[in-house]
């Protein structure tokens, strides 16, 4: 009896503290972490009354951030496009250009929830947590690279699991090396199962396709390429339907397993005020969505120059498509994010850090990565989820050490360390990786096989 008194005691507290009835979920704890209070009294020094409240809005969307200096790169990478500075310079902008504003997207979202309320503002944030990573790969399916799509989405996931995560826990052990670091184990296990399923659906096409080459499995009545393909859009529905029950799962049923709880301070405060400073909505619900859209647009802007300018700047820097798209792409479009979760670990919240990294890598790998195979079936573009073996081994193989090093519910430097080697011994992996010129197939992507022997039974 005492001890439910006391979860009613905290359940009212929270409910007082969150008077609109959000759902304050890791990534807009992460988010907050890089937002500054916008000083009023600049603008209500302007003589004209009138621009007040223009001037207080875009001093809330582009100033109340501490990305804010990154904004002049949004202009320079247009004006870099549109006068021919070069195409380097175009890639190198536009990524720069990305950071604050995926950044921007999040805080928007965030915004609109307070309107919308917790389960609507939930599927904003499941939808829109990884808007750089969609568009970007959308792009790049209109352009016909499928190498970019699969590499860059399977970068952020590995980029998630192993560079934030193992930062993070490095971070963390060191800053609070003589303290205890626990964490919930039932969200990490939630979504270590729902990657594991996303390995299953990526190695099936794989295996497949490796199974039928080595005359151990025939297809009727159409060939490999084609059974791939439609077995590469089966599983996307399933990840897809099992997404949608983890949406069902985190939003209704079990919503306390993914609300990170204010840590109370030996002082008696609580948490470090992010979540106070942000209660009042900073925006209006008509200002929140048309920055939200614009915002959304420049993104949409700058991913095409990515896009575009990748394989100039490949040749001009000495790096393959795949380095770039595995490493550098998802570091810079999830910088802002990445660094929230960092500072979190650093606080000692990890339970706001893992809701982060594993949160993004779950919805990369779950919604984005076959929301991109079936619109490029809508598009009439042949992507599957054959990843091919490098790829598809290293995503095995960086699930596995996560689940493992997430098993015991408590975090140490060590476990960030073994993370970051992790992530430090594939990315030498694919900076070694060269494609081979005349071994591509229709799709751009790497003819993945094994022996000559193999490719003699191709042909016959």
Not at 381 to 395: H, I, P
Request: hydrophobic letters at 50%; aromatic letters at 8%.
């Amino acid at each position: 009896m005492e001890a439910a008194a006391m979860e009613a005691g905290a359940g009212r507290k929270l409910a007082a503290r969150h008077p609109h009835g959000r759902s304050r979920t890791a990534h807009n704890m992460s988010s907050s972490s890089l937002r500054k209070k916008s000083d009023a009294a600049l603008v209500r020094k302007v003589p004209v009354e009138p621009l007040r409240p223009l001037l207080a809005n875009l001093q809330e969307v582009f100033l109340a951030t501490k990305l804010a200096v990154l904004f002049p790169a949004v202009p320079l990478a247009i004006a870099a496009q549109c006068f021919r500075f070069g195409q380097v310079w175009v890639f190198a902008l536009s990524l720069l250009g990305l950071i604050p504003l995926a950044e921007r997207v999040s805080f928007l979202t965030e915004q609109i929830a307070l309107y919308t309320g917790p389960t609507v503002g939930g599927l904003l944030n499941a939808t829109c947590g990884n808007a750089t990573e969609l568009i970007i790969a959308l792009f790049a399916l209109v352009k016909g690279k499928m190498e970019v799509v699969k590499c860059s989405l399977l970068g952020s996931v590995l980029s998630n699991l192993l560079l934030v995560l193992g930062t993070s826990l490095f971070c963390g052990g060191v800053v609070n090396l003589g303290a205890h670091q626990p964490y919930d184990r039932k969200q990490s296990d939630v979504s270590t199962g729902l990657l594991l399923l996303g390995v299953l659906c990526h190695s099936m096409p794989l295996l497949l396709r490796y199974a039928v080459a080595a005359g151990e499995h025939s297809v009727l009545p159409v060939s490999a390429g084609d059974s791939t393909l439609a077995l590469s859009r089966a599983c996307s529905f399933v990840m897809l339907a099992s997404y949608v029950a983890y949406l069902f799962f985190q939003l209704k049923t079990h919503r306390q397993l993914f609300e990170p709880q204010d840590v109370v301070d030996g002082d008696g405060g609580g948490g470090d005020g992010a979540g106070e400073a942000d209660e009042e909505p900073a925006l209006g619900f008509a200002s929140a969505a048309f920055w939200l859209v614009a915002m959304t647009v420049v993104i949409s802007v700058l991913s095409e120059y990515v896009v575009g300018t990748i394989e100039p700047t490949s040749e001009s820097w000495g790096l393959s498509v795949s380095f770039i798209s595995v490493i550098l792409l998802p570091i810079v479009g999830n910088a802002a994010e990445h660094a929230g979760a960092i500072i979190f670990a650093l606080k000692n919240k990890l339970d706001i850090t893992l809701g982060v990294a594993l949160g993004s890598a779950t919805q990369i790998s779950m919604f984005v990565v076959p929301l991109s195979v079936l619109v490029a079936w809508i598009m009439g573009v042949q992507m599957d989820l054959d990843f091919k073996l490098l790829e598809t081994g290293s995503l095995f193989i960086a699930v596995l050490v996560t689940a493992f090093t997430l098993q015991d519910g408590a975090s140490h430097y060590l476990k960030g360390v073994l993370l970051l080697l992790c992530y430090i011994v594939i990315g030498a992996c694919f900076f070694v990786a060269r494609q081979p010129a005349g071994h591509a197939n229709s799709n751009g992507s790497l003819l993945d096989v094994p022996t000559s022997s193999m490719s003699v039974q191709l042909l016959d």
